[in-house]
């Protein structure tokens, strides 16, 4: 059981709002906005890895991406190791990049093909540090070594690497500068099943070895459940459920977390055979034109008249469970 009362905050994200305008017509005019991250709150404590679960293009990219300012946010603070971030300049933010990295879904895109390993790995150090060409590359070999890659290969290109050799690469370039923190963004979802227990049980040792706080986005609920001290739950834009693993997995209590875990593949054939399966019916509505209320209001089992009305608040119903759901707000 994590213990976030004896934690420090590391990272600290209210009310973020990430909108894209919508401009239609011949004059371009700004008629809308594509709602990607709406109004999220979380905290991240010291030494914490922070699972975001949700399905395709319910925001949690997006909101990766918002809270390490690789987007503008469009409303909300996010502080980062004390320091308020949301409005912070980009030259005042490269000051910053040291202790906040990322590792990117696809290894193969994220990577310069033109750059061998070596240069890869080394260009933080170029952009960020004063270090010599051979303290740099003492520490490019370090990094390979930490990350578990061959130093014969420092001189070899990305495209002569596996997939799970590339986000290798990734990750250790996301160490170079000793970051605090490092946003997952589904690090794991472009691998083979074989390479991903590989690449997650490497996050959790450099973990372990180095204090790292990790925001671990996925929408593979069982590694999450492998990795995560707690759990969000994001469904189109809007964090519906925060807990501690254990207690989420064990107790879901948003109508969308129920449906979400019951949906995941049971090993024993009796179990799946007697699994009580939620199926929800309809699509997810569109960003652009959320639902009047509650967002899950159009798709959710247990709906009432409220739910068609007013947004619920997302509050603490037991001491670290947070659940945006009139069921609890009675």
């Not at 004059?27 to 914490?48: C, M």
């Not at 070594?145 to 050799?165: C, I, K, M, T, W």
């Not at 923190?181 to 996050?203: G, K, R, T, Y």
């Not at 899950?296 to 608040?313: G, Y």
Request: proline share 7%; charged share 25%; with cysteine.
């Amino acid at each position: 059981m994590f213990d976030t009362a004896q934690r420090k905050k590391l990272v600290s994200v209210n009310g973020l709002k990430m909108y894209f305008p919508i401009h239609t017509g011949l004059l371009r005019r700004h008629t809308g906005d594509v709602k990607a991250v709406d109004d999220v709150s979380f905290d991240i404590y010291e030494g914490e890895t922070l699972g975001l679960v949700g399905e395709s293009g319910c925001g949690k990219s997006t909101c990766g991406r918002a809270v390490l300012r690789l987007y503008d946010p469009t409303a909300g603070t996010i502080e980062v190791d004390g320091t308020d971030i949301s409005t912070t300049s980009q030259s005042a933010l490269r000051k910053m990049r040291p202790v906040m990295q990322m590792v990117f879904q696809d290894p193969q895109a994220s990577l310069n093909p033109r750059m061998s390993v070596a240069d890869i790995i080394g260009e933080p150090l170029r952009e960020h540090t004063k270090k010599s060409k051979a303290e740099r590359l003492d520490r490019i070999y370090e990094l390979m070594d930490a990350v578990g890659l061959n130093r014969d290969f420092a001189n070899r290109y990305p495209h002569e690497f596996s997939g799970g050799q590339r986000q290798r690469i990734g990750i250790a370039r996301a160490l170079a500068l000793n970051p605090k923190f490092i946003v997952c963004d589904e690090p794991i979802a472009a691998l083979d099943v074989s390479i991903q227990a590989q690449v997650v049980n490497l996050l959790e040792d450099l973990q372990s070895e180095l204090g790292l706080t990790y925001l671990f986005i996925s929408h593979d609920l069982s590694m999450v459940r492998h990795i995560a001290d707690r759990v969000a739950v994001m469904y189109l834009g809007k964090v519906v459920e925060l807990a501690p693993r254990e207690g989420l997995y064990d107790d879901p209590k948003h109508p969308y977390t129920i449906a979400l875990l019951s949906a995941v593949p049971e090993p024993d054939p009796a179990a799946h055979d007697s699994a009580n399966r939620v199926i929800l019916q309809g699509d997810v509505p569109s960003p652009s034109n959320p639902p009047q209320g509650c967002n899950f209001c159009t798709r959710c089992p247990k709906v009432m008249d409220i739910c068609k009305q007013e947004d619920p608040e997302f509050r603490e119903i037991e001491p670290g469970r947070f659940v945006a759901c009139h069921l609890y707000n009675q």
